[in-house]
């Protein structure tokens, strides 16, 4: 015990005698944040509350505190505010006076300087069809892809914004060597953070791979509190072929999405209350309904597929694509890149494939494997794989896809697969990108 207090308070002297070149300048408008290769401490902030989909929050004022306005996605595609009220407001971001580009910059008290048109975040679609509540982490979903170096000593700093809820955060797959206090396991190895309190997570950066954090506490994790945590190498991969890694860019996270929250949605599962309207009240006569089930007759779950999302988005089978909004994965003609896949979700395992392109996996959960070229990745939650696409098309857009692994159940070999699925695009620079309305041509 002795010996794990002396190793915090050690990486807690490292941290506070950090330079001001160490700190990552990660705003709530960052997508992903990365601390740089010669940095000795890299330290982040989070901040956890309650976001409605399909809403616009400004930066500066917490869920809390209202303000939120509500959109919705006409046929072309665009975001629409309800009745007109949609908005921008100042809330705490204050006009900066000057002459030059200043005059159109808008700072806070922590000096985030952004355009008025830029002071609020972008709705939450998700699925472009579940209006709720989600757990959102800096007014994302999912929370920005975290950056380190093997061997960099992390301080996330993790800010509870939420009104009634503890939570704490896990760094999955990172072996926390005499830091396991830092394993963010809730009522194990520390106690919850709690609403309006803080906590420092302190650990040092190992193995190098990709992993992820996410909610120990109840079944927040479902609904939005997770992000992608990525370890670069400490040296160089030694590879036959050179391909670019930008994991800011060109990492995945695949999850299932439920129209009710995970905690009902679960005791509902246990009641064997399958497709039954939910608030439904389990009673004797309640039939066992008949549970989803796979290639290999192994029972998925006994509730139906509702939708699942790429990286926060995707598409209910209800919702056209002009009405919903997915993500789009960037390659140039010629080059191959690095891929960090990860499945974030809660019931449903996943065929990850990229139409017309080959995937070469090189690592899982974080470790490095022999080269195997696959049409498809297998994958069930918390599971990570790396892989390269060449972009050898030459141009175009086509089709990422997870799709799930249920079948129909009415007929043999060779089973078909029901169209359960979630989807984003892999677009060629120099081609158009597409738009809604031309989704269903390519």
Known sequence: MLSLLLVLVVLTQQVASTQVEDFVECEP??????????????????????????????????YSHGQGESYYINNMGQFVPFHNRGRCIEGTFTKQTGSGSSDNLYCNEVNMCLPKSKLCSEPITVDGKTY?????????????????????????????????EGITIHWHGQHQIKTNFMDGVGLVTQCPIQPGSSFRYIFKAGPSGTFWYHSEMQSQRGIGLFGAFIVKEKDPMSYPVSFRDDPAHHTLTIMDWFLEDPEPFCKRMKHGLGDEPIFTLPNENQLILPRTTGPDFIKIGINTFWSAIIHGKGRHPDVSYNQSSLN?????????????????????????????????????????????????????GGERYDFLLEANQGGGNYWIKAETFEIDGTSGPPFKFIDHKAEAILHYSGTDVPSQQSLLTF
């Open 29 to 62: 408008v960052d997508t992903a944040c990365e601390c740089g290769a010669d940095a000795t401490v890299c330290i982040f902030q989070l901040y956890i509350e309650r976001v409605f989909t399909f809403t616009k929050y400004n930066y500066s004022v917490p």
């Open 328 to 380: 789009i994965y960037e390659v140039e003609p010629g080059q191959t890149y690095r891929f960090r896949l990860i499945h974030t979700g809660t019931m449903y395992g996943f065929r990850f494939s990229i139409d017309n392109h080959k995937l070469t996996v090189i690592a899982t959960d974080g470790y490095l494997v022999n080269p195997l070229e696959v049409d498809y990745i297998a994958l069930e």
């Open 132 to 164: 709720k509540t989600v757990i959102a982490v800096n007014k994302q979903l999912p929370g920005p892809t975290l950056i380190v170096h093997e061997g960099q000593i992390v301080a996330v700093d993790v800010h509870n914004n939420l009104s009634t």
